[in-house]
């Protein structure tokens, strides 16, 4: 079975940090992209980081560019979410997602497989 599970959203403060984590079973790791995403109050769903698994490549929405950190632990079959220096505007359910791609892509229509979400609130 195919299974995304998502943790470590919670409640911060502008300019606090969190660390999002995706485990994933049912997968070769190695061989796949995975994304985040976010959808907020009355906002569309938006990528907002994406990884090849096992090469490492990475891509940011220009939102998050120098915010947000987006990595591995193969051993773990595990990605990462490091989010630093949030906003209220990042207040959102962030989802992660997976697809079969050799490149990471931020178009949420690449992916098929999507965890249960968990939620990021910043407060000003």
């Known amino acids: 079975q195919v299974q995304l599970a998502e943790s470590g959203g919670g409640s911060v403060q502008a300019g606090g940090s969190l660390r999002l984590s995706c485990a994933a079973s049912?997968?070769?790791?190695?061989?796949?992209?995975m994304g985040w995403f976010r959808q907020g109050p009355g906002k569309e769903r938006e990528g907002v980081a994406a990884?090849?698994?096992?090469?490492?490549?990475?891509v940011y929405a220009d939102s998050v560019k120098g915010r947000f950190t987006v990595s591995q632990d193969k051993a773990k079959d595990t990605v990462y979410l490091q989010m630093n220096s949030l906003k209220p505007e990042d207040t959102a359910m962030y989802y992660c997602?997976?697809?079969?791609?050799?490149?990471?892509?931020?178009?949420?229509?690449?992916?098929?497989?999507w965890g249960q979400g968990t939620q990021v609130t910043v407060s000003s």
């Open positions: 990884i090849r698994t096992g090469a490492g490549v990475t």
């Open positions: 997602a997976a697809n079969g791609l050799y490149y990471p892509t931020l178009s949420s229509n690449s992916y098929s497989n």
């Open positions: 049912g997968y070769t790791f190695g061989r796949i992209s």
